[in-house]
């Protein structure tokens, strides 16, 4: 499956890719785990941030990145889970959870407002528990001074704002779909901006003109897998090994050497996620 020029460059070269999204704990990975991490190394792929959508797939991850160097893991709730709260101490769960070893990040967390309640009651209520628990995030955030990785879905404007009350967290707005007035507003804020496979899809125009005024220094690339698989592999399941695909499109975008994209977007989360020396 894996054929092309960049199979010239990978394993032995200085540089290579970092995905800063990847679901390892899916039930979609489920007993396959070593050979994608093989499939990961052979593309290049040689760092992964595993990403949590709540505190019992936070307990899958955690065990993933202590069994293997070069996955580090985040813990969070996802908007979409939110549902999951109930009166107990949750984002006390997270905050111990986050101080555990091998945690870089808070997240993923944010507002989804593309999905409807997940409790089956309104849109109002529900919209204003996840931004309670978008808050209670970003305050763990904050308390252990970690950054924070942001799922947004139609909710753009509403993110910003809930962050711009949180000056002294560092977010990437995570799966980045919006324009150039859009990136700029979010770098203005001191942001980060990380791109997936949507960045290869034929109608992402203004995603990819987003992506060519962003300076290197602030953008990171990620797969999201199983999601989100980039073109031409778009529509089956994803894994971390695809990110080459994004990666190319980013370097064209940019007008730059692949090498170059690899390791200056590597060298971006390596510093935003204090990531260690460890490799996959
Ligand atoms: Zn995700």
Redesign the pocket.
Known sequence: MLKGPWMDWKANSEFFLTDT?A?LASTRFSGELEDLLDRAREAGVRRIVT?SCDAEDALANLEIAADHGGVAASVGIHPSYVHETGDGDWAGRIADLAQRPGVVAIG?IGLDFFHPPGDGGSVASWRTRQRKVFEAMLQVALDLALPVIV?QRESGPEVLDVLSGFPGVSAVL??FTGGPTEAERALEMGHFLSFTGVLTYPKSEEVRAAAAMAPLDRIMLET?SP?LAPVPCRGKRCEPALLVHTARTLAEIQGLEFEEIASATSETAERFFALGPGTI
């Open positions: 999204h679901h990403i993923e799922h995570h799966c999201d999601y």
